[in-house]
């Protein structure tokens, strides 16, 4: 039923292409994931404990994890500035332009379904038996 319901729907609005796939992190590394963890483990200690010892040591290793994603970010960034000029290095650089560009884009559009009558119709309560009803002609 469900599939009969997508290829029916497919034809009158359209099919998108879906999330990205290879989503990554372009600049993590091993010192940013030992920062990160510790950051974590911290976090933890302090919300079980509840002290303010435990809090300004969670602090501290939070402003640390920042300060090596940073460091980390800038040596990648200026790793590939260095490479330019290398054909596969552009092509990476593409690659993360575009998954930077994807990621800072806002949702446009809504879910809706034209009804027999032409007229848009809202996905809202009740869209079950209103589908029913749409794909049967």
């Known amino acids: 039923m469900m599939e009969t319901a997508q290829y029916r729907s497919s034809g009158m609005t ?7 796939r290879h989503k990554e992190t372009w600049w993590w590394n ?20 509840n002290t303010k010892e435990a809090r300004m040591e969670y602090k501290k290793s939070r402003q640390n994890a920042k300060r090596v994603i940073s460091s980390a970010k800038e ?22 332009a575009k998954q930077m560009v994807k990621e800072r884009q806002d949702i446009t559009g809504l879910n809706c379904i034209k009804g027999a009558s032409g007229k848009v ?17």
């Open 30 to 49: 091993e010192e940013v994931s030992e920062a990160v963890r510790e950051k974590k483990t911290k976090y933890r200690k302090w919300k079980k404990e």
């Open 75 to 96: 040596k990648k960034q200026k790793e590939c500035a260095k490479d330019l000029n290398d054909s596969e290095c552009q092509n990476e650089i593409f690659r993360m």
């Open 121 to 137: 119709i809202l996905m809202i309560k009740g869209s079950k038996t209103l589908g029913r009803s749409t794909w049967r002609n």
């Open 14 to 20: 359209g099919m998108t292409k879906g999330p990205c």
